[in-house]
């Protein structure tokens, strides 16, 4: 185990770096993504600097991994499809819509050409609803009096 941190070359990290790449393509969570990019950075640093000790190297490996986890849930979050579902039912907080299906306690309203999911009180088909908020993407809406 000694000979392998004494011998700690930019080929170990190119070789990390692209391992973890290469797993984050099969488990989808952007985090590893991170630390490979970290890892391929510290093979061109140590392909510069060879006589850095592996200290300096692990401790610049955290900095790195840690910068580039920072930067990239800052600026290039991840938006998932039900992220952008809650965000659309949002902006229809205070529009009209109709009761068109109330099967099984699962209540379905039309808004536009849309239907949505909706929850609030006892519905009946044909109502007139108004949205007063959401629950991830389902409407919460409150009966219209009628006139």
């Known amino acids: 185990m000694e000979v392998l941190f004494e011998?700690?070359?930019?080929?170990?990290w190119l070789i990390l770096g692209l391992l973890l790449v290469i797993t984050e393509l099969f488990l989808w969570s952007i985090f590893l993504l991170w630390f490979g990019v970290s890892a391929v950075t510290m093979s061109i640093v140590v392909y510069?600097?060879?006589q850095l000790s592996l200290g300096i190297q692990l401790v610049t490996f955290v900095l790195l991994s840690a910068a580039t986890s920072y930067?990239?849930?800052?600026y290039f979050p991840v938006r998932t499809v039900d992220d952008e579902i809650s965000r659309k039912a949002k902006d229809h907080i205070d529009k009209e819509c109709t009761v068109?299906?109330?099967?099984?306690?699962?209540?379905?309203v039309k808004l536009g050409e849309s239907l949505w999911f909706a929850k609030g009180?006892?519905?009946?088909?044909?109502?007139k609803v108004r949205i007063t908020g959401t629950d991830d993407s389902t409407l919460i809406v409150e009966p219209i009096p009628e006139n």
Do not use: E, I
């Open 100 to 108: 068109v299906s109330t099967d099984n306690n699962v209540n379905k």
């Open 48 to 50: 510069l600097y060879p």
């Open 7 to 12: 011998s700690f070359s930019y080929l170990h």
């Open 121 to 127: 009180f006892d519905m009946s088909v044909g109502q």
């Open 71 to 74: 930067v990239a849930t800052r």
